[in-house]
């Protein structure tokens, strides 16, 4: 089975709102990686962070990493419309050389 | 400057027939990736390759079979197409453990 799980499947916000989605995953890693998809479109990475590391920054994202409970979290702040998309999360598992994603989940920002 | 692209875009076919997809990075990355996005946006890792090791995801169907003629390309073939071929195809590319760069995708109907 996949190895992560996003949580929720959808969501939809206001511009100017916050997004948080939830990522679950199954092994040990050696990393974790988000992505975004808009529609049509492939995966454009956003942030990586290492099993080493609990909390990382890139302008208005924010990832956690909580290697006890093997999920992951990526907040959105200032939501902006152009953040309409898909979000996945993708773990290497452990092995360094395959990457298993998650199911995604829909983000909607509404102008 | 395409980082990584894939050719077709778009590949309408037949049941039984054989088919190719093509990808070329330019980055300069050690390992290429094709993966397989669902009608669900599932996204399942097929195939891993470097210059030293094919890794194949057991799930994945002889039918299909990676082919790299050097470094900066990794194609796709697949034998005796079926309907639960039709999908959207991506191509990635990377350095050990660090974050992927993805094609455009190819989409992929069977008929």
């Known amino acids: 089975s996949q190895q992560g799980e996003e949580d929720p499947q959808a969501l939809s916000i206001q511009e100017g709102e916050n997004a948080t989605m939830n990522c679950s995953y199954k092994?040990?890693?050696?990393?974790l990686q988000w992505y975004r998809q808009n529609s049509g479109r492939g995966l454009v990475h956003l942030i990586l962070?290492?099993?080493?590391?609990r909390e990382k920054h890139s302008g208005r994202l924010r990832v956690t990493l909580d290697t006890s409970k093997k999920s992951s979290s990526l907040l959105i702040t200032a939501s902006r419309a152009a953040d309409t998309a898909s979000y996945f999360c993708?773990?290497?598992?452990?092995?360094?050389?395959?990457?298993?994603f998650g199911t995604g989940t829909s983000l909607t920002v509404i102008p | 400057d395409t980082a990584v692209s894939q050719t077709p875009k778009y590949l309408v076919t037949q049941m039984g027939n054989d088919k190719s997809i093509k990808c070329e990075q330019n980055?300069?990355?050690?390992?290429m990736y094709w993966y397989k996005q669902d009608s669900k946006k599932f996204l399942k890792i097929m195939f891993s390759?470097?210059?030293?090791?094919?890794?194949i995801n057991e799930t994945v169907p002889n039918r299909f079979s990676p082919k790299s003629p050097d470094k900066a390309h990794l194609n796709l073939h697949i034998n005796s197409l079926e309907l639960g071929d039709s999908a959207v195809y991506f191509c990635?590319?990377?350095?050990?453990?660090?974050?992927?760069?993805f094609g455009p995708g190819t989409r992929l109907t069977v008929l």
């Open positions: 990635a590319s990377s350095q050990p453990l660090r974050e992927q760069f």
């Open positions: 092994t040990s890693i050696n990393n």
């Open positions: 962070i290492r099993s080493n590391e």
């Open positions: 993708a773990t290497d598992a452990g092995t360094g050389n395959q990457f298993y």
């Open positions: 980055l300069g990355h050690d390992t």
């Open positions: 390759y470097n210059n030293k090791e094919l890794i």
